[in-house]
């Protein structure tokens, strides 16, 4: 590199060398390369140079680069990227660092990928606002904005201002915001829970997948669709379109998502569509999936990836009361957070610790921990359904410990939230009623939450949580001793002990391997006034 980059012969090269090396200024690294011996030698050195004799330094080891490295580039990308730029050259520059963005998104380097784009913008700003600038600028943002949702979440600053600008140069130049802007804006859009919005980008994705036949593309698209439809508790919807980016997803396409759209779509897909399946009543389907995706993401390595399909694992372990599952899945993720740090999962960490906190009997410990994670998220989600998730983990937290007043409030408040928080209307209203019921509340009040648990479960397919709560409305009214209204209480047409037996739900409100729930220790009628006192 140095003969191609001075234009010297080799023998005067090495006399050269050989005399800065007996001087001790340079010493040898490695068999061919050679390094000052100080790096305060190198800094006066590189000072002594005029400007002018910088620049063409820097564009002739730029030259010497590409030569040596032409049949492939990307290992020194960077290098020729930083040296076209001081040579003053900022349109190769720009060229060179979105090539070594792409290089470090390859090794799953993602924060500095946005560093090398974020340079990459800097440089493009000093040039005049031409057309083909603008396109760059354009092309560049698309690209920043995919990896800034990950790495900051999905409402950061920097996000919101990448995509605005993206957005006023496609009006400037007159053209339709690229694929990987409109999935940024569709998932930025989930945070906000703005599912009108999100619906209208997954509908965009789609018909430029159908437009220009992009089998890429199509995948995205049902993923946005089908995330669209989960987080509104549109099950069969949902389950639809996950499917559809399952059995569509192609290996050899595994590069091209991962570039463009910052993440593996069969991976996010599979663990969504094992809750999805649970939610259907099928869980024996659901842990199958949910470890397809777990395998899927242990394959690939891709951090984000992994991450999400650990989060979505933890809920299903939730959801089934397998305290176990959620402490294991909880850790994984720790140790992922611990190597690739992201906000999301930030968030994610703290919610399921404090649920194991709650656990381990640290029940007031663990209750704020939520809480605080609840707090953080409640203008805008750092990741799409963050909200919900803290909800849903403070509601089940407030079931394990008995502590009916906070799940009562935590219950009224997601009602009264909507948005994202309805997946789990039928949950929410079911342990709605439960805490009432152990705080002694009006027996009809108890019981119409039951029925609007029910009503919603049944409208959203969510066949779990139908029997969850005609089995808590079964056990309610037991307790109360109205046996002859106590059939009433199974789902229409079906025995409950049967239907428990063929969805392999292992019994109301518990499972086998969780610890039997404060609330299911209701007391009945002739001790309630005990209660209250306790309470």
């Not at 990741?383 to 009224?412: N, Y």
Request: aromatic share 6%.
């Amino acid at each position: 590199m140095l003969t191609l980059a001075s234009g010297l012969d080799e023998e005067t090269l090495v006399r050269g060398l050989d005399e800065l090396w007996r001087r001790r200024i340079i010493r040898e690294q490695g068999v061919d390369a050679y390094d000052f011996s100080h790096d305060k030698i190198r800094e006066v050195a590189y000072l002594a140079l005029s400007p002018a004799r910088r620049r063409h330094h820097h564009l002739r080891v730029a030259q010497a680069l590409r030569r040596l490295y032409a049949d492939d580039p990307e290992p020194v990308s960077g290098q020729l990227a930083m040296h076209y730029e001081r040579a003053g050259v900022a349109d190769e520059a720009v060229t060179w660092y979105g090539r070594a963005a792409e290089a470090a998104q390859r090794l799953y380097a993602n924060a500095e990928a946005v560093r090398l784009l974020e340079r990459a913008l800097d440089l493009l700003r000093t040039l005049p606002a031409i057309p083909e600038r603008q396109a760059q600028e354009l092309a560049v943002l698309a690209a920043l904005s995919t990896q800034l949702g990950w790495i900051d979440g999905w409402a950061s600053e920097r996000l919101d201002a990448a995509q605005r600008r993206a957005l006023d140069l496609a009006r400037e130049l007159g053209v339709e915001p690229v694929p990987p802007l409109l999935l940024s804006l569709a998932l930025a859009s989930l945070a906000r829970r703005d599912f009108a919005a999100v619906r209208a980008f997954g509908e965009r994705l789609h018909a430029c997948g159908e437009q220009d036949s992009d089998d890429v593309l199509l995948i995205e698209a049902d993923y946005v669709r089908g995330i669209a439809a989960f987080w509104q508790g549109e099950f069969a919807s949902a389950r639809g379109h996950f499917k559809a980016a399952v059995y569509g997803y192609r290996p050899e396409d595994r590069h091209a998502h991962l570039l463009r759209y910052g993440s593996d779509p069969k991976v996010i897909c599979l663990s969504r569509l094992g809750n999805t399946l649970w939610f259907g009543g099928y869980p024996e389907a659901a842990v199958r999936t949910r470890d397809a995706a777990l395998a899927l993401a242990d394959e690939i390595g891709h951090p984000f990836s992994r991450a999400v399909a650990l989060v979505f694992a933890a809920l299903l372990a939730l959801e089934m009361h397998d305290a176990g599952g959620v402490r294991v899945y909880a850790a994984m993720l720790t140790a992922e957070q611990a190597q690739h740090g992201a906000r999301p999962n930030q968030v994610a960490i703290e919610h399921f610790d404090g649920y194991v906190d709650v656990l381990d009997g640290r029940a007031a410990v663990g209750i704020k921990r939520i809480q605080r994670t609840l707090d953080d998220s409640r203008q805008v989600d750092h990741a799409p359904g963050l909200r919900a998730r803290s909800v849903r983990v403070l509601l089940e937290a407030c079931a394990a410990c008995g502590d009916a007043r906070t799940g009562l409030a935590a219950a009224d408040r997601a009602l009264a939230w909507g948005g994202a928080d309805r997946l789990w209307e039928a949950e929410t209203r079911r342990l709605r009623a439960e805490f009432l019921a152990v705080l002694g509340g009006p027996a009809s009040e108890v019981e119409a939450e039951f029925g609007r648990a029910l009503q919603v479960a049944r409208r959203q397919e969510a066949k779990m949580f139908e029997l969850r709560t005609a089995a808590s409305l079964l056990r309610h009214r037991m307790e109360r001793g109205d046996g002859p209204r106590a059939s009433e209480a199974c789902p229409p047409g079906r025995d409950l002990r049967w239907t428990f037996r063929r969805t392999g739900h292992p019994g109301p409100a518990r499972s086998r391997r969780a610890p039997r729930s404060k609330l299911e220790e209701r007391p009945t009628e002739r001790s309630r006034n005990a209660t209250r006192t306790t309470l």
